[in-house]
């Protein structure tokens, strides 16, 4: 018998279940799957350990769900995670909705009681399915093996197609551990082409055209659907300076003198002046966030709008648009030819407040000033930088002070705002970019909310490094409660922190502390340049906080402004 | 005012539930709902009004359109439409 006679004999043979997850796991091409075992997903775990795909045990299913979410975001492909059922489903359900909010491509694989058990509140038993309903894409419980192969297939589709975003394979053990005999064809599903109106492109080069006053508003859109090279493009072609939300940070060179940077609550003041200023605002793969927005009555109070994104049901969500182009970006600039708008007074004025305006690293004192140990640290980086952040004080820092190289390069949790992403999206990221610089920029708050995950950086060897903030405080309640809350100081003291470097050291990580101005540069340097994973705590001072900043329910030209 | 929709859904698992909390989620009362099972699909008509006066049912209707066991039968919207919450 011939060699491909005996595969294809195999290759029809019949199968469990949990075989044909792992087989349908390679059929995807899937190179890491981030997860940790329980009880009604050991025949899935019984078959991976001759997959071709590598496992990585993680501490706790949070941080699966995160550096699956990271996996994706940087590589663009789907990224996998994998639990067992009930709690470690549950602990499935932040990562999961940190993913929907943000559009990032998951698939997420539970275990689950066996079918006869389920809906009898067994041990372990949960109801998954219902309990991500409102933050998957779509969700299968798989009834009949033999219809694995077909049902992986579509869920890696439809997680990276269209808008992409989190899907759930619910496994009950009947199913992992049932024999199918003949599995079920797999049948690729087919998008209906979308066509680009033309009528809408010419009604958008006829605004651009006339427009004195033009803006782009430049958001996560243009990283998923891989349009930095065209975003850049339509820039440089029309001119039109540009504002950036905290997910289309890097889209635009930092150094072009009218990229006005970020817009919003703590966006710059060039980007929010601009914005209030302007007459017609292009939005490319945003939707009017209400971080991004302010007061959303007296946004962009001036402008008509131009609202390109691939998901029609973002148009005339919160800001009806005068024209709008339902289509992937990418394919949406291509085909956009404006002639280039005779706007020199606005784009000076831009540039002009884009100068006028820019932060200042010169803050008295010589403790530890975190904006310019960020911009630092990304200058350092250079073009391998990867920030993976958390969600506080420093990373609306680093959001305002780093470089970064594209929007690949800057993770963050934005829509959800989940403390607890950095350290296993670094993870995912590093594992996913191995010849990048990934750094974790987190904060005393944050990073503890998944600490264990330095076990799995140790256990595998991921180069991780991690800038860790430490104000000995919830930094960014605290600054809230100082400003709108009279100094009602509640519970936001964490000034019996651990010492975060000997708690790294104690899981096997290098780690050193930064406590003054003058050590940082050579820190940065030590950071970057350790062979494995190094964490630097960096102690910064608690009353500092993040300027500028749009009280809540006002509008963008209300900012307050601190001293650096 | 109540608006109705037309939109036939899989017979999988979850997409009733799925349609249903779609609509509260989304703002939206459900006044009235009839089902019925044609064999291959389930066909919902209901009828919705928004909680509040910032609730359209235009957006609605394209947020249900994403859902990936449900679609709609009335006609799809116009790009004119999908412009406007108002039209």
């Known amino acids: 018998m011939s060699a491909s006679s005996t595969a294809a004999r195999l290759d029809t043979a019949p199968k469990t279940g949990a075989r044909l997850v792992v087989e349908a796991l390679e059929a995807q091409g899937v190179e890491i799957v981030f997860g940790y075992p329980g009880g009604a997903i050991m025949p899935v775990y019984d078959a991976i350990t001759s997959a071709s795909f590598k496992h990585i045990l993680v501490r706790h299913e949070q941080g699966a769900a995160f550096a699956a979410d990271a996996y994706a975001r940087v590589t663009g492909k789907v990224g996998v995670c994998m639990a067992t059922s009930g709690p470690g489903a549950t602990n499935l359900v932040t990562g999961i909705a940190n993913a929907m909010m943000d559009s990032a491509p998951i698939v997420c694989i539970t275990g689950n009681v066996a079918s006869p058990l389920m809906g009898t509140d067994a041990f372990q038993e949960i109801d998954i399915l219902g309990i991500t309903l409102p933050i998957v894409k779509h969700s299968w419980i798989v009834r009949d093996p033999a219809d694995i192969p077909a049902i992986f297939a579509e869920a890696f589709h439809v997680a990276n197609s269209g808008r992409p975003g989190p899907v759930l394979i619910d496994l009950p053990k009947d199913v992992q551990v049932g024999v199918a005999a003949a599995p079920r064809e797999t049948s690729p599903s087919k998008d209906p082409a979308r066509r680009i109106d033309p009528l809408q492109l010419r009604r958008a080069e006829a605004a651009i055209g006339v427009a004195e006053r033009p803006l782009l508003y430049i958001g996560g859109g243009v990283r998923i659907a891989d349009a930095v090279n065209e975003v850049r493009a339509f820039a440089r072609a029309t001119g039109i300076p540009a504002v950036s939300t905290l997910q289309g940070l890097g889209a635009l060179p930092a150094d072009w003198p009218a990229n006005l940077g970020m817009l919003g609550m703590h966006g710059s003041r060039a980007a929010n002046e601009a914005v209030q200023a302007c007459d017609l605002l292009i939005v490319l793969g945003a939707r009017f966030d209400d971080r991004a927005t302010g007061k959303l009555a007296e946004f962009a109070p001036h402008a008509r709008v131009i609202h390109i994104d691939v998901d029609a049901a973002e148009i005339g969500k919160l800001r009806d648009a005068n024209i709008a182009i339902a289509a992937d970006l990418k394919k949406a600039l291509s085909a956009l030819s404006p002639h280039r708008p005779r706007i020199e007074p606005w784009v000076e004025r831009c540039v002009r407040d884009n100068a006028n305006y820019a932060a200042r690293y010169d803050a008295p004192g010589d403790g530890v000033y975190a904006p310019a140990l960020l ?17 506080g004080q420093h990373q609306m820092w680093a959001a305002q ?9 800057h993770l963050t949790s934005g829509g ?50 991690i800038v860790l903030l430490d104000n000995s405080s919830l930094g960014l309640v605290r600054q809230w409660q100082e400003l709108f809350f009279d100094r009602n100081f509640s519970e936001i003291d964490l000034s019996d922190n651990p010492d975060f470097a000997a708690v790294a050291q104690a899981f096997g990580i290098e780690a050193f502390r930064i406590s003054k101005r003058e050590e940082v540069s050579a820190g940065i340097a030590r950071l970057l340049a350790a062979p494995g994973p190094c964490l630097a705590h960096v102690l910064i001072d608690p009353k500092d906080n993040v300027w500028p900043l749009v009280p809540p329910g006002k509008n963008n030209a209300d900012m307050m402004h601190g001293e650096p | 005012m109540t608006d109705t929709l037309l939109i036939q859904i899989d017979r999988s698992e979850g997409s009733l ?38 609730r359209c049912v235009q957006v609605l209707s394209r947020q249900i359109d994403r859902l990936q066991d449900a679609r709609r039968m009335a006609p799809s919207v116009h790009s004119d439409e999908v412009a406007s919450c108002m039209a």
């Open chain 1, 416 to 465: 959800l705002g989940a403390m607890g992403y950095g350290l296993p999206a670094g993870m995912g990221a590093k594992l996913a970019r191995p010849d990048a610089h990934v750094v974790t920029i987190s904060g005393d708050g944050s990073f503890i909310m998944n600490i264990q995950e330095l076990a799995t950086l140790k256990r595998y060897g991921i180069a991780l490094k």
């Open chain 1, 401 to 409: 002070h780093c470089r970064f190289p594209s929007p690949f390069a």
């Open chain 1, 375 to 391: 911009k630092e640290l990304s200058e350092q980086a250079g073009d391998a930088f990867i920030a993976a952040c958390d969600v």
């Open chain 2, 17 to 54: 539930q799925r349609l249903i909390g779609l609509i509260e989620r989304r703002g939206f009362h459900i006044d009235r709902m009839t089902v019925t099972d044609t064999g291959a699909h389930r066909e919902v008509r209901v009828g919705v009004r928004g909680r509040d006066s910032g």
